[in-house]
């Protein structure tokens, strides 16, 4: 409407009379002649004048068919145009037709009901853009014989009312409406409203209510301390949030997330407390279903790992502060995987429940058992003061889960192997303290099951240290740290070099040139001993190769460890590494093993060895004589090359016993039809000794040292000449 307003001038009027025609004031004067209302008073009654004018609604009066015959500013401002210019027009010249069709309407009806008529209509004002909704109240005016001589309108701005009405409105129904519960109290902390969810929370109507401190649903459960807190920040603050449980009129305790405000007067003087609520039961259940779910194991209900770390370091705490000591035992049922196998999970289910509460019923209160998962628990003993203290509560874990348990037809047992770790002495977190707990466990099942195992805090330094010493071999092994010396090996009766031993030495960095004693022993058992033995392999071939190729036909043998000899892919590698050098004749290469090792797992050794030979590789038993070969191993094993011990042989000379052996050994050898290599050979009047007993070939000092392998070159070319002077002089 304010768009389409025109302003009165420009509007076109539909009025048949048309008043404008006439001066406006000229026409009202005529018009109030007629209606008798021109007199002394009315002219100059300039009070009645000035009272219109001040009223700050919009005042207008109208002749009965329509024409404006007076208004105050307000209207002029809302027409937007001066008095005089309205004077004489009817609506439908001022206003748009839609508003001026209404008015008249009422007016009309004003009339012909003699009563006023009231109406809300929007009004927008010409002048400064503004709209609101107005009461206009048309009452008709009367003569003194009781004719209706014209129409007194005036409109009152309810916007603001309306407005304040319909906030009114909306906050009831939010009130009403809302899911949180509201609870209003007056500055006495009086109940004094009350909404619908309040009712459907806590049981109780605003009936029961109004008038009552809001305490009558305290549950209890909090202390004074924190209701304390709560009234020190509304006094503070204004305000306060948390988590409360209070107790329903069913007397059932429930958990409510609220907030409290208080609303002051101007002068800050609280006045009401509004309390805002929620029934949480749910979401609380539900977080704890959840806090269930993660810190505890589904089938037993014990502590899960989760929950186990966080108790493990509050006993650790605990343990400090009375400076006891701590016991953590890692525990895993022995056989129980062949149970769950043979009976099925259900059973194996049943199984872990029953030795649960078993367990649990001969630990302490204050004690820890968590599940770990599959059979694996974990106890943590608090409140003794010696380790030792702990050997009987471990001995009856021992017994309760070594107790048969009858289940249908069949009665099961089981045993448990339990690694145990003290804190402090172990000074480690709790990780470590599992950790080590757990490596104990394994000490336990490796020495027979069915037992405790006590964590060596030292033994696992030693590792801690082997660890990073091997580390460094490998290290060493990638920056080609390792190199392969030679020792010379001769025919004892020509004196003839047939090939060198190859014996690996480590140029360290920091440590000089170290020998196999020095570093072997950290690699012992471990697979390590493949990696070095594959790098010799390699190394020894690409050396032969070499030879070969400098037209040298030396014979190369090389240490093998067993677990190298035994591993998987031993043969088809050699025959890979061999492959790549085809020109070169397999049985250069020679294989030395310790006697005492090939022995050890003969079946395994002997085929590897077996299927080495067929492919030309021949083999050496190494440090012959130390270890007690029976004859029939010996036929059985597909050796070429027995290597006596150099302990033997370097004392064959003095002692007739180390003699009788080398003899003896040779004997056996020739018997067999094998060679010998007399190892250790210190001084030369040995070679002929041992080459008259037999022997066929020899290493040792007192030929050459192990040297790198152009020290070897440049010794062989002397040793030749030397061999071709002896024999020419
Ligand atoms: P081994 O295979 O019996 O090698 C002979 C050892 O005796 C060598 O010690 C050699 O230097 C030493 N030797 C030689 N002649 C004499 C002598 O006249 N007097 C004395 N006192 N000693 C002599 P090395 O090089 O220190 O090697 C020690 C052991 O380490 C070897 O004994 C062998 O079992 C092992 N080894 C050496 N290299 C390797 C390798 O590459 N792999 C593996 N797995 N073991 C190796
Ligand atoms: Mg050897
Ligand atoms: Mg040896």
Not at 215 to 244: H, P, V
Request: charged fraction near 25%.
């Amino acid at each position: 409407m304010r768009n389409s307003r025109s302003t009165p001038d420009m509007r076109e009027n539909n009025n048949s009379r048309k008043p404008h025609r006439m001066k406006p004031a000229v026409f009202v004067m005529q018009q109030l002649e007629m209606l008798g209302l021109v007199d002394e008073k009315l002219e100059s009654n300039a009070f009645l004048r000035t009272l219109i004018n001040t009223i700050p609604d919009l005042v207008w009066l109208k002749s009965p068919d329509g024409i404006f015959l007076a208004c105050n500013p307000p209207f002029e401002r809302m027409i937007g145009a001066r008095e005089a210019e309205i004077v004489g027009k009817t609506d439908h010249d001022l206003l748009e037709r839609e508003l001026a069709d209404v008015f008249r309407k009422h007016a009309i009806k004003a009339m012909t009901s003699g009563a006023p008529c009231v109406n809300e209509t929007w009004l927008d004002f010409a002048e400064d853009g503004y709209r609101g909704l107005f009461e206009t109240i048309k009452t008709p005016m009367r003569d003194q014989q009781g004719a209706i001589i014209g129409i007194l309108c005036i409109a009152r701005d309810i916007s603001a009312l309306k407005q304040a009405a319909e906030n009114q409105r909306l906050a009831a129904s939010v009130f009403d409406n809302c899911q949180e519960a509201v609870l209003i109290a007056d500055s006495d902390n009086k109940i004094v409203a009350v909404n619908r969810a309040f009712t459907q929370i806590t049981g109780y109507s605003s009936e029961e209510v109004l008038g009552k401190n809001p305490k009558m649903l305290s549950s209890g459960r909090q202390s004074e301390t924190f209701y304390n807190g709560m009234w020190q920040s509304l006094q503070r603050y204004g305000l306060w949030r948390g988590e409360i449980w209070n107790r329903r009129k069913s007397g059932e305790i429930y958990a409510e997330l609220l907030s409290i405000a208080t609303i002051c007067d101007d002068s800050g003087k609280i006045q009401r407390y509004v309390a805002i609520f929620s029934d949480i039961s749910l979401l609380k259940e539900h977080e704890a279903e959840l806090n269930r779910a993660a810190n505890y194991d589904a089938l037993t209900g014990l502590p899960n790992r989760r929950l186990l770390t966080d108790r493990l370091q509050q006993a650790i705490l605990r343990t400090r502060r009375n400076s006891g000591i701590l016991a953590v035992c890692y525990m895993d049922l022995d056989g129980f995987k062949q149970i769950n196998d043979k009976y099925g999970h259900e059973v194996g289910d049943q199984l872990l429940m029953s030795i649960t509460q078993r367990l649990q019923y001969v630990l302490c209160s204050g004690d820890t058992l968590a599940r770990l998962g599959g059979d694996e628990f974990v106890a943590l003993l608090n409140d003794q003061q010696l380790e030792r203290d702990y050997f009987p509560a471990l001995e009856r874990i021992l017994d309760i889960v070594g107790t048969s348990v009858n289940h249908e037809a069949y009665e099961l047992t089981l045993s448990a192997s339990i690694g145990v770790t003290f804190y402090p002495h172990n000074n480690a977190d709790g990780d470590t303290l599992l950790r080590h707990a757990n490596q104990a466990m394994y000490a336990a099942k490796q020495n027979g099951k069915n037992r405790y195992h006590l964590y060596d805090t030292e033994h696992d330094q030693r590792m801690n240290s082997l660890q990073s010493t091997r580390k460094r071999f490998v290290e060493g092994l990638e920056n080609g740290e390792f190199e392969l010396f030679y020792q010379p090996k001769i025919a004892l009766d020509t004196c003839r070099v047939i090939g060198a031993e190859a014996l690996i030495r480590w140029r360290h960095p920091e440590r000089g040139l170290l020998s196999p004693g020095e570093f072997l022993p950290i690699i012992e058992n471990s697979d390590l001993e493949i990696l070095l033995g594959e790098w010799v392999t390699d190394s020894a071939l690409a050396q032969l190769s070499a030879w070969s190729g400098s037209g040298i036909d030396f014979e190369a043998s090389i240490n093998i460890s067993t677990r190298h000899l035994q591993s998987p892919w031993f043969v088809q590698r050699l025959a890979q590494k061999l492959a790549q050098y085809p020109e070169l004749p397999h049985k250069r290469l020679q294989i030395e093993i310790l006697e005492t090792a090939a022995l050890e797992d003969f079946v395994q050794s002997s085929e590897a060895m077996e299927n080495c030979r067929k492919l030309g590789i021949s083999f050496a038993l190494d440090d012959f004589g130390t270890g007690y070969s029976s004859l029939a191993y010996l036929r059985k094993l597909s050796v070429e090359v027995l290597k006596i011990d150099q302990s033997f042989v370097r004392g064959m000379l003095g002692d007739d016993g180390d003699r009788a052996i080398v003899e003896g050994i040779v004997a056996l050898a020739k018997t067999f039809g094998r060679k010998t290599v007399a190892e250790g050979i210190e001084m030369p009047e040995l070679i002929p000794v041992l080459a008259e007993i037999g022997c066929t070939h020899g290493q040792g000092y007192g030929i050459a040292r192990p040297m790198p392998v152009d020290v070897l070159m440049a010794w062989y070319e002397s040793y030749c000449n030397r061999s071709i002077d002896r024999r020419s002089s």
